[in-house]
């Protein structure tokens, strides 16, 4: 079975310049996380959405950050324009519910490198 | 905001040696988990608890939730070559999705 895919799992651009991430929960979830990781930070959880709908933005840092959900299938996380600071892990993670952590599954991850 | 406090930072331990690491909160949660990340990877849930006082296992790994329910506890008997990785604790926060993580404890076993 397919998990929570990613794309890319590589990205580097130079500040100023929009970048896109890109998530494919797993099939049947309807519950999708986007989450940051930094040395400084930890794992950040940045905005959640339920049935396509976002439920808790309150961890986006600013409004340069923007997430959509169009469908169940897929989902964004742009960032523009884009920081140096901005550079980390970012990870899309799906359950089936949403208060069910423990079926909280988690992709490989986008490495962002902002120069 | 809610905080984990995750301890030891890090952990550079002998083949065979059991590992015992911490998180405290200032907040209660209703559900603590333990996660493992590996290089390159997401993280990748270990074990639940859902009850004050509640001792789990998975294997070799050991964890329990605190009385208060603000601390939690994972051990791990007889390290082995592979359990080397960043080990995370997280809370749930209240009955919602969201999940606060411990800043993670790394874990090097040497052969």
């Known amino acids: 079975d397919a998990g929570v895919i990613q794309s890319p799992r590589h990205e580097v651009t130079e500040m100023g310049q929009e970048v896109t991430l890109r998530c494919k929960p797993i099939?049947?979830?309807?519950?999708l996380f986007w989450y940051r990781q930094t040395m400084m930070r930890g794992l950040e959880l940045l905005i959640y959405?339920?049935?396509?709908?976002?439920?808790?933005d309150s961890g986006m840092p600013e409004d340069r950050f923007s997430a959509k959900m169009p469908n169940a299938s897929f989902s964004t996380l742009k960032i523009q324009p884009s920081e140096p600071r901005d550079s980390a892990v970012y990870f899309c993670?799906?359950?089936?519910?949403?208060?069910?952590?423990?079926?909280?599954?988690f992709g490989p991850g986008t490495r962002l490198t902002v120069l | 905001g809610q905080q984990l406090n995750q301890s030891p930072q890090s952990m550079f331990i002998q083949e065979g040696e059991d590992v015992s690491m911490n998180c405290t909160s200032s907040s209660i949660f209703n559900t603590w988990l333990w996660y493992k990340q590996d290089p390159g990877e997401g993280p990748v849930l270990l074990i639940a608890?859902?009850?004050?006082?509640e001792l789990t296992s998975n294997g070799r790994l050991t964890a329990q939730f605190g009385i208060t329910r603000k601390d939690s506890f994972l051990n791990i008997s007889a390290s082995i070559p592979s359990d080397v990785g960043i080990y995370f604790c997280a809370g749930q926060v209240g009955n919602t999705g969201k999940l606060i993580f411990g800043q993670g404890t790394t874990l090097q076993v040497k052969p």
């Open positions: 099939s049947g979830h309807n519950s």
């Open positions: 993670a799906s359950s089936p519910r949403l208060a069910e952590p423990d079926t909280q599954y």
């Open positions: 608890l859902y009850k004050a006082g």
């Open positions: 959405f339920n049935n396509n709908v976002p439920i808790d």
